[in-house]
């Protein structure tokens, strides 16, 4: 079992980015299969971005090559790199852990993901 807090959330405006944070304890997170979350009011969850290894990386079609999500193994961090923010953005954004693996339909699946932080808030403005 792995403990996840994350940080870095914020207020900015359309177009602005954000470097979120999940600071991990408990085990290593180059241990477990890292994946990057959000819910938005009344909207169920969905999930953003996943990172196996800390080289296979998968993300969802929304991205579009906005978020880049990465790992500092020296740090037990995960990062969330969010470029080009939109107010469709906005949500609670929460890391996760689950069990390695290479089988990429996993990645972007929650119900695979055992250990979740509290969130960090994103709010974006037009």
């Known amino acids: 079992q792995v403990q996840l807090m994350e940080s870095g959330g914020g207020s900015v405006q359309s177009g602005g980015s954000l470097r979120l944070s999940c600071t991990a304890s408990g085990d290593q997170i180059s241990n477990y299969l890292m994946g990057w979350f959000r819910q938005a009011p009344g909207k169920k969850r969905e999930a953003v971005a996943a990172l196996c290894n800390g080289e296979v990386t998968k993300y969802a079609r929304f991205v579009k090559g906005r978020f880049t999500i990465s790992q500092d193994n020296a740090n037990n961090t995960l990062y969330h790199d969010l470029c080009s923010l939109e107010p469709e953005d906005t949500a609670m954004y929460y890391c996760?852990?689950?069990?390695?693996?290479?089988?990429?339909?996993?990645?972007?699946?929650?119900?695979?993901?055992?250990?979740w932080g509290q969130g960090t808030q994103v709010t974006v403005s037009s």
């Open positions: 996760a852990a689950g069990p390695a693996t290479f089988q990429e339909p996993y990645y972007l699946l929650d119900t695979w993901y055992n250990d």
